[in-house]
């Protein structure tokens, strides 16, 4: 089974770590507007884009080149640290997070994924309110310890999926792809058939419980969508595949935590258009986080490529959130892996890394956007 997963990744990097650092308390800052975009809105002072790098800070190696090439925030995971505490020690487990990267000079811009495990909360299992239960509480500690942001996603039982890991890109790099073919000649999964509207039911059973909590709490909440964002995979309907998915999400539970990932390469996906989404969803200061990453081919067959030779035009969408109130995390996600480096995790190799900041410093420059 080809899937690589995010949340497997951020438990792994947090193994060897004892504690983190907190993040700017308020994301998605309203912005000033053009005369033809609608009433100019006045922006908060010195609030700025903020690279950021999902970075394992367990590795000195990896620290120092964060230093070095100025990205000061880090993404973090709280999952694994959680899993098996009482609820008494979550608040003190997050603060240790927060100390340990902020002794090596990084500061904690979002939590991804879910902040504890959630997988019985999305296939709708016995078990959910538990996981429910734990997940109010992990948004009190994060809360508690000025972690405002957390990126969380509503795909069940398959996380972010591709069908091949090892694909040749530019330069003999190696990068992954999606063939939608491939994917669904595997099969069902284990949990069957799961319609759309089972798991339109367990996402309004989730935010009714959940969004109260992270606004009192003071937590942002930004949906990833689905990736690839397709109907079905292997028997399990995925239900954020468009822009109307994201509006029924706001709609179900109307908040001001409730918000957006804007990944771009995804809405690209779905056949949107990046810059009206970032006008109508700036406008109401629903994005709250930014992934970037580029790609060519459609949602049912497409392969990742550097940020530089994919179907995304970065400055035409970074100048429209930025026009638009933008003013939260933003990251290069996958990236390909390099010359030097293994593919043992796809996509998160450090060359790819420092060339996607350096290419996304570069586009914000041209367009005379701040970041810090």
Request: aromatic share 8%; net charge neutral.
């Amino acid at each position: 089974m080809l899937k690589p997963n995010r949340r497997k990744y951020l438990q792994g990097m947090l193994a060897t770590v004892a504690a983190g650092a907190v993040a700017p308390s308020a994301f998605g800052a309203p912005a000033a507007l053009d005369s033809q975009s609608g009433p100019v809105r006045q922006l908060s002072a010195g609030k700025k884009i903020t690279l950021s790098l999902i970075w394992s800070i367990s590795d000195p190696h990896n620290v120092k080149i964060s230093e070095q090439i100025g990205v000061t925030h880090s993404v973090a995971g709280t999952a694994g640290i959680l899993r098996n505490l009482p609820h008494s020690e979550y608040a003190g487990a997050i603060a240790k997070l927060k100390a340990s990267y902020e002794a090596v000079g990084l500061k904690i811009a979002a939590i991804e994924s879910h902040p504890v495990d959630a997988n019985k909360i999305k296939l709708g299992l016995p078990g959910r309110d538990e996981e429910i239960a734990n997940y109010i509480v992990a948004l009190e500690a994060l809360g508690q310890n000025g972690i405002g942001l957390v990126c969380y996603d509503f795909m069940a039982g398959i996380d972010w999926y591709r069908s091949n890991l090892h694909v040749p890109g530019r330069g003999g790099c190696m990068t992954m792809d999606f063939n939608i073919a491939t994917a669904q000649a595997l099969g069902p999964t284990k949990w069957g058939q799961i319609s759309a509207d089972k798991m339109w039911s367990n996402m309004e059973y989730f935010l009714k419980a959940v969004m109260p909590a992270a606004e009192k709490a003071g937590v942002k909440m930004a949906l990833h969508p689905d990736d690839p964002p397709i109907p079905n995979l292997r028997g399990i309907s995925r239900i954020i595949i468009n822009a109307d998915a994201y509006r029924r999400v706001m709609r179900i539970a109307p908040s001001p935590s409730n918000g957006v990932t804007f990944e771009m390469a995804v809405f690209y996906l779905m056949g949107e258009n990046l810059e009206a989404l970032a006008r109508e969803w700036g406008r109401e200061n629903k994005i709250f986080y930014a992934h970037c990453r580029n790609l060519k081919g459609t949602r049912d067959h497409f392969v990742e490529t550097f940020q530089d030779n994919g179907a995304i035009d970065f400055g035409e969408v970074f100048q429209a959130l930025y026009d638009n109130g933008f003013r939260g995390p933003l990251r290069p996600d996958h990236d390909p892996i390099m010359a030097g480096e293994t593919n043992v995790e796809p996509g998160y190799g450090v060359t790819g890394k420092i060339f996607a900041i350096g290419y996304i410093k570069g586009v914000l420059e041209s367009r005379h956007i701040p970041y810090e």
